[in-house]
Every structure is written in C-alpha cells, then in structure tokens.
C-alpha cells in the first residue's frame, strides 16, 4: 500500500485570486518565479513589496548549480522560512522542490559534489518547508 509522506490539495483558481493569496504573505515565505513570469502576470511590484524572498533566476531545466545558487541567496537572507511558493512551469516547480529538500543543512558547507551526491542516491532532508506549487503551464 502506497503511504504519501505529504499532504496534496488541488485548488483551481485565476490570476486574481493568486495576487490575493500573494498580498496575504509574510516575509517568512520564498517565492521561486522567472522575473519574466511575474512581469508577465503584473506581479513583479507585489512581490517586491511585501519584502518576500524572491529567487527570480534560474536555469530552464535547473541543475545543482541553481540549487547551490538558491540556497546560498537563502542562507545570506537570515531568516527563517516556512513556506515556498512555486509560480511558474516545471522549472520553478522543480528547483523548488529542490530547495525544500536541502533547507534543512543550509548551514552546512554544501558543494556541487554533495548535492549531486544526495540526489543520485535519493537522500532529502525536507520537514521543514511547505510548497504550495502554482503551475502556469500544461506540461509537456
């Protein structure tokens, strides 16, 4: 028997319920959305102004180095996050997932051969961050 190890919710909603649940934020929150994205979808000043951590840049499929990258601009940030929020296509989606995976160890001295090291042999360390993902897009 299959034992999920997160709770899902699917929740259909439209671009003005996205920018509400966006100005309901705290600064506790990491949002993982192309800076294209969010000026696509006129949210750019609304993430900026609720002073959220915004990682904005990354690659299409990302790869460790984006994940070294990302953590790296969260472990300078000082905080301490609970929540990432995936806007976007597979790619936001995916590197943050990754995120969430390392959060826990931020503080260790993470490198490109560690990382690649824990994917390749399935080793995550989440408990610590909630992902609500926002697809953008069908897939492939």
Do not use: H
């Not at 929540?83 to 390392?102: N, Q, Y």
């Amino acid at each position: 028997m299959y034992d999920s190890f997160c709770e899902t919710e699917i929740e259909f909603c439209n671009l003005d319920s996205i920018k509400k649940y966006l100005s309901e934020e705290n600064q506790n929150t990491i949002i993982v959305m192309s800076k294209s994205s969010a000026d696509r979808f006129l949210i750019s000043d609304l993430i900026k102004s609720k002073n959220l951590l915004w990682i904005d840049s990354f690659s299409t499929n990302p790869t460790q180095i984006d994940i070294l990258d990302s953590l790296n601009i969260i472990k300078n940030n000082v905080k301490l996050f609970n929540k990432i929020i995936a806007i976007g296509g597979g790619s936001a989606i995916d590197l943050s997932k990754s995120i969430a995976a390392f959060y826990n160890i931020i503080n260790e001295n993470l490198t490109i051969e560690y990382i690649t090291e824990k994917i390749e042999n399935k080793f995550y360390f989440n408990d610590k961050l909630d992902i609500i993902a926002i697809p953008t897009t069908a897939g492939t």
